[in-house]
């Protein structure tokens, strides 16, 4: 009786996988990481690119009477297709990538020149111009998220997307805010008598005060946010250090405007509250008739006065500070 001859791989074989294990990894690891999440996903992608191969070549062994010239064919014709669908995702997903990007760089130059125009003829239609451009943008650093080609470079653009999701929720936050306090009702010397009144100028008035300073302090501190976002995951990689030097360079050009611009935009707002609360604690000293406030107490009169200028400077600084900060986009 014959003996059966064992299922084995030829030395090719073996030579084969030996060079596709030690290409992929000096692929991986120059564009990777070298975290457990993604060591973890170099082996698991490892032994899938040789198991596929290995399950073919038996198949082959056992429908061929043991051929042994078959199996090492099969092993290193499957291996090569498995290798090259591999690389071909990788490369269709870094093609993603660029394309991903340039898209982000365009609708950031097209959004500013829009921006710039509607403001001149339309500026009702900025609000929706510009969650037009966030939505854009968060769809965009999802792509990104989706085509990385490491469990580390799927976290940061993750990161990066909850920061831009977190900056939209501020600054429509402000931007509600100071739509309420550019309302024709707060400021009406006519209905500041009534009941109730001033509790709610006070309130809006207050909210629009949170609002500029919680913004200010996000937009004015972005590179350190970010890098604390980062941190955990790791400050080496590539697309992190990208996005702080990103980060860093806007703030350098915007930073000292913006932070000067939402000051003023509280200090527009709080001399606001200074002028309803002084009206409210001497409503007997004042009257508004034929479109005019008339006071019967000098002092009272000038301490308005003077903080109505203080506001005028406000507003004055807050429009020239607009125009520097379109400037820069």
């Known amino acids: ?46 032994f899938m690119l040789g198991a596929m191969p290995l399950i073919c070549a038996v198949l082959v062994w056992r429908t061929s009477k043991n051929d042994t010239q078959s199996v090492s064919l099969i092993f290193n014709i499957i291996l090569g297709i498995s290798v090259f669908v591999t690389i071909q995702g990788f490369g269709r997903n870094r093609s993603s990538q660029n394309k991903t990007v340039e898209n982000l ?37 999802s792509n990104l998220s989706e085509n990385s080609s490491s469990a580390k470079e799927k976290k940061i653009y993750g990161i990066i ?34 009941e109730g009144e ?5 309130s809006t008035l207050k909210r629009y ?23 955990p995951v790791g400050l080496d990689n590539k697309t ?38 002084l009206l409210d604690e001497h409503q007997n000293k004042w009257k508004y008739m034929d479109q005019e ?10 301490n308005f006065y003077e903080l109505l200028d203080n506001i005028q400077t406000n507003e004055n600084n807050i429009n020239q500070l607009s125009e520097q900060l379109i400037n820069t986009l």
């Not at 005060?209 to 501190?221: G, L, P, R, W």
């Open 1 to 46: 009786m014959m003996s059966k001859s064992r299922f084995r791989l030829s030395r090719a074989n073996y030579i084969f996988l030996t060079l596709v294990v030690i290409g992929y990894s000096v692929l991986h690891f120059l564009t990777s990481g070298n975290s457990d999440e993604e060591i973890g996903y170099f082996i698991g992608t490892i």
């Open 105 to 141: 760089i365009e609708n950031k130059e097209e959004y500013a020149n829009q921006y710039k125009a509607l403001r001149a003829s339309d500026p009702d239609k900025l609000d929706s111009l510009a969650t037009d451009y966030q939505n854009s943008v968060l769809e965009n650093m």
């Open 161 to 194: 997307q909850e920061f831009a999701m977190d900056k939209r929720e501020l600054e429509r936050s402000w931007a509600e805010a100071y739509k309420d306090v550019m309302a024709e009702r707060i400021l009406d010397y006519s209905q500041l008598k009534n």
């Open 198 to 202: 001033l509790e709610f100028q006070v």
């Open 209 to 231: 005060v949170v609002a500029s300073e919680d913004f200010k302090n996000f937009m004015t501190n972005t590179v350190s946010l970010l890098k604390a976002n980062f941190t």
């Open 240 to 277: 992190a250090q990208g996005a702080l030097k990103g980060a860093l360079e806007l703030q350098n050009k915007q930073g000292a405007t913006i932070e000067s611009l939402l000051s003023n935009h509280m200090g527009y707002g709080n001399g606001m509250i200074k002028i309803v609360t």
């Open 293 to 302: 406030l008339q006071f019967s107490d000098v002092l009272i009169e000038e």
